[in-house]
Structure formats: C-alpha cells, structure tokens
C-alpha cells in the first residue's frame, strides 16, 4: 500500500529530480503513510525522532517558539509543499529545535531512518542527492529571513506568494493562474513579520492594483510580471532544474 500510495503521489515537487533508482529504493523503504488534520502536529521541538516524513498532499509548516515580553511567541519559519521532505534534517540531527505541523489536512509517507542510513551508506551518489534536498531547504530558510528582515510589506508578501508559485507549480498543485494558497492572516502576518492589519492593506492593495488577490484559501494571479516586480524576485535561491 505504501509504494502504490507512492508511485501514485509521492514523485514531484523536489523529490521529482531524484534519479529513479533512488526513488525506487525510498518507495521499498517507506514504512506507512499517515494522515494528519489540520493544524496538528507531526512533531515538537526536543522529540527523538526515528523517521522522516515526505509531504504527499497538502501543506505543512515549520513553528519555532519562544519567550517574548513573558509571554510564548510563535513564528512560521517555513512552508512544505508536496515532494518536500519536512524533516530529513531530523535524520543526522535526531531532534529538532521546532515543532512540525499541518496547515491543512495532509498525508505523509514516513521512513525510517535505519532505512535511510542504508541507502546513504551504499552510495555517496545517493547521498549527496538527499543532502542537496536539504541544501535547497536551507537556502529557502535564508530568504525567508532576508524577506521578513528586509524587504517592506507590500514586497514580502508579493516575494511569498511568488515563491509559492513556483513551488507549487513545480509540485503539479497549481491550474492557471489560481495557487492553493489555505492560510490565515495570522499565517500571512507571521511569514511576513507583519501585523494582521497590516496584512488585510497589502492584501487589499494588492487586489487593488490588479496585481493578485488572496482569498477564499486561493491566491488569484492578475498580473505575474507585476507581483515579481513589487518584490524585486529572484527565484535563483529555488534551484529550480532550468537554472
């Protein structure tokens, strides 16, 4: 059931530029898949971890959590599309200093890491494709912190909607120009580092001006050049196959 669910689903997004002898070996290594309901969590910070899951539908994301004016303080650092490995770091590191969870329903497929380690150790071609997979995943986690750091709100949020047009365009989940895009303001304001307020003007802004419009958990694209200018986007950081 594991490998059909696989051969099904499993095989795009990131995990697609994986040669198919690897991705054969990681459907014979898939233990089970899991369901998971939105907003709950796949993993917390601290837990030992003895898989690593592979996002097959939906969306997931990376929390990390800290005091702040004595109160606990929650920031959105990453978002997983399907073909991402959520947590294939977890594999060298065994525990992480985040939690993981579901933005929306989603299905994983879980592999051991006993399971893991033997496809890395029978070949170092092997394993520099995975690592270049968490290579991909850590120059994601640089923009997002130059997008909340740096760039002004209007910006951030036309530089992540463009990313996540990519990302899921690349995964086989975008029609047209109309992106799944199932996230709060609260979402929108914690990947942008803005307030909720300051979320519904860019939002508005950008409906306004023609440019896209979030809603009804879509993002509607009007105007691709535009919304790529307004963030001044360079997709480079993605390592899409064409660079």
Not at 71 to 90: N, Y
Not at 162 to 172: P, T, Y
Not at 208 to 214: A, H, L, S
């Amino acid at each position: 059931m594991t490998e059909s669910a696989l051969a099904e689903r499993g095989r795009r997004g990131l995990v697609r530029r994986l040669e198919p002898e690897l991705w054969g070996m990681l459907q014979a290594a898939c233990s089970e898949t899991r369901h998971l309901g939105a907003r709950e969590l796949l993993s917390e910070a601290g837990d030992d971890l003895d898989t690593s899951a592979l996002l097959l539908d939906g969306l997931m994301a990376r929390y990390v959590r800290g005091a702040s004016g004595g109160e606990t303080q929650r920031a959105i650092v990453s978002i997983s599309v399907p073909g991402d490995f959520v947590d294939l770091h977890g594999l060298p590191l065994k525990r992480l200093d985040h939690d993981i969870g579901a933005l929306t329903d989603v299905r994983v497929a879980l592999f051991p890491h006993a399971a893991l380690n033997r496809i890395i150790d029978r070949s170092a071609r092997y394993a520099r494709q995975l690592w270049r997979l968490t290579m991909i995943d850590a120059a994601i986690h640089r923009h997002w912190i130059f997008r909340e750091s740096r760039l002004r709100a209007l910006a951030a949020v036309a530089d992540f909607v463009s990313e996540m047009d990519l990302r899921l365009r690349e995964a086989g989940e975008v029609e047209g120009d109309r992106i799944p895009l199932p996230l709060l303001q609260s979402d929108l304001a914690e990947i942008a580092g803005l307030s909720t307020v300051h979320v519904s003007r860019v939002c508005r802004d950008l409906r306004e001006g023609g440019t896209c419009t979030i809603r009804d958990g879509h993002a509607e694209i009007h105007d691709r050049a535009r919304l790529h200018r307004l963030a001044h986007f360079d997709p480079s950081y993605l390592y899409t196959p064409d660079d």
